[in-house]
Every structure is written in C-alpha cells, then in structure tokens.
C-alpha cells in the first residue's frame, strides 16, 4: 500500500515541477510585458489570470502530496531502510521543487519591482495630466474674461 502512495507522490511531484516551470516561463513573459515601452496592461492581465490558475494547481498538488504523506509517514520512518530508493527520490524530487520555487520566487520580486516601477510611471503622467489640463482650464476662464466687454451705458441722441 506504501508503495502506491510512493508513487502517486513522485507523479505529485513531477507534475508540480511541470507547473513550477510553466509558472517560471509565465514570470519571464510578464517580464517582458512589463519591459514593452508601450506596455499592455490587456495583456498583463491574461498573464496574471493564466498564473493564477497555474498557482492555484500548484496549491492542489501541495494538499495532495501533504495528505498522502501524512498517511505514510509512520512507516516511511519506521522502516526507513525498506523505503531507502523511494525516499531518495522524493527527497530529490523535493529538491527540485524547492530550487525551481526559489527561482520562481526571485522572479516574481524583480517583477513585483517592475510593476511598481510602472505604477508610479502612470501615477506621473496622470499627474503632468491633472496639471495640464488644470494649466488650460486656467488659460481658457482668463482668455474668455479678456474677450468681455464689461456692460456699458450708451446715450443716444435723437
């Protein structure tokens, strides 16, 4: 019965990594929206929303290995020389995993940057926008009191 729960946890594992590099390849394209002169905040979104179901698999597999793990994990440790090659490759399998997270984890604050970097480039520009069209609504109530000519009394001579 270990076995097949072995198993099923290396399957866990394979998949997560599969996800873990797809989530990384989904970071990279971020990247390079983020990167665009001309970004695409369209664009942006699809990729925030296709990551999102990518991390929400992720969390599906966690809980999985996690229950499958607590179910084995008396006899893993009772009878660690039994299990010795499946306890190696789900160690390495781990392993994996972790370095794969910590990449994408790396990647995921340099994009958080980037963002941010963005955010406040179109806090600027809305901004010099206020500015400018309050600078014309200025303009315009000043040249408009110009062009008035103030009411004047006019007598006229019959």
Not at 49 to 77: A, C
Not at 123 to 132: A, D, E, L, M, N
Not at 134 to 153: F, G, H, S, W
């Amino acid at each position: 019965m270990e076995q097949k729960y072995i198993r099923v946890m290396l399957e866990s594992l394979n998949k997560k990594e599969k996800v873990l590099l797809q989530l990384i390849k989904k970071s990279e394209e971020q990247k390079d929206i983020l990167s665009e002169a001309n970004m695409n905040w369209d664009r942006f979104d699809i990729n925030l929303e296709e990551k999102d179901i990518l991390v929400q698999e992720i969390l599906r597999q966690d809980e999985g290995f996690q229950g499958l793990y607590d179910r084995i994990k008396e006899p893993l440790v009772n009878k660690k020389e039994l299990y010795r090659e499946e306890i190696s490759l789900l160690q390495e399998g781990i392993r994996k995993v972790t370095e794969l997270g910590a990449r994408l984890e790396a990647m995921e604050q340099r994009n958080k940057k980037l963002v941010e970097a963005r955010l406040a480039e179109g806090r600027q520009t809305i901004k010099q926008s206020q500015i400018g069209s309050r600078a014309a609504a200025e303009y315009y109530q000043r040249m408009n009191k110009i062009n008035t000519v103030d009411p004047q009394l006019m007598d006229k001579k019959s």
